[in-house]
C-alpha cells in the first residue's frame, strides 16, 4: 500500500509498517532462530530490507514538509527514523554474518571431502606418508583443531570490527542529528534576515517622503533670499 508522507497520519502509518517489517526479519535472521535462512529466503530478505531502507529515507526526507507538526514532533519523527535505520542495519549484519558462517562451514566441508578423496585415492600428503589409520584419524584430530582455533581468533576479530562498526555508525547517527539541528537553525536565520529586509525596505521608502520635503523647504528659503536680494537692490537702485 502507498502512502502520502507528506500526510501526518499517513507517515505513522509507513512508520508501523516499515517497523512490523524490520521486527520480522530480525526474528528470521536472529542467531538465535531455530532454522538458518536459505539462500531463496535470503533473497526474499534483501528485498524486503532495500524497500524498507528506502522507506526510512522517504520518510525522512518528508518530515519537513510536514504540515500541523510541531518542532518537537518532528524530532520525534526523526528519533523514529534513527530507531528504524539502527534495526535495518541489524538485519544487515545479521543475514551478512549468516551467509559469511554458511559459506566458511561449505568450505570447510568441502576441503575436508576433497582430502578424504585424495586419501582415498593414494594421493596422500608428505605429512601422513607412513602413518597407520590410528595415526591419520589422530593428525587429522589436531589438524581440526588448530582449524577451530583459527576459527575462534578469526571470530574475535570479526566481533572487534563489528564494534567499531556500530561506534562508528553510532557517531554518523549523532552527527545527522546535529546536520538536521543546524538545517533548522540555517533556515531560521535566513527567515529573520528576510524579515529584516522587509523591514529595511520599508523604512527606506518611509524616509523618501521627509527627503523631499526637506528639498522643497530649501528651494523655497533660496528663492525667498533672491527674491529679497532683487527688492533690495531694486529700492537702493
Known sequence: MTYDLSDAHDWLLQHNQTLHTLNSLLEKTSPSAPDAPS????????????????????MRDNIASLSEVTKADRQQRRDKCDALTEMQKQVERNISNATSQKAKMSELVEKRERRYQNWKKGDEPDEIKGMDDRQVLSYQN????????????????????????????????????????????THKTTRNIERQNRRMDKLIKQARVPLSLCAIICLVIVLVVILVLVLKFLVFK
Open 142 to 185: 589436531e589438524v581440526m583443531q588448530q582449524q577451530d582455533k583459527s576459527a575462534e581468533v578469526l571470530s574475535s576479530a570479526l566481533g572487534r570490527i563489528k564494534t567499531v562498526g556500530q561506534r562508528l555508525g553510532d557517531e554518523l547517527d549523532e552527527h545527522a542529528i546535529l546536520l538536521n539541528d543546524l538545517n533548522d537553525e
Open 39 to 58: 539462500t531463496k529466503e535470503r533473497a526474499k530478505m534483501r528485498k524486503l530490507l532495500k524497500d524498507a531502507k528506502r522507506d526510512i529515507i522517504d
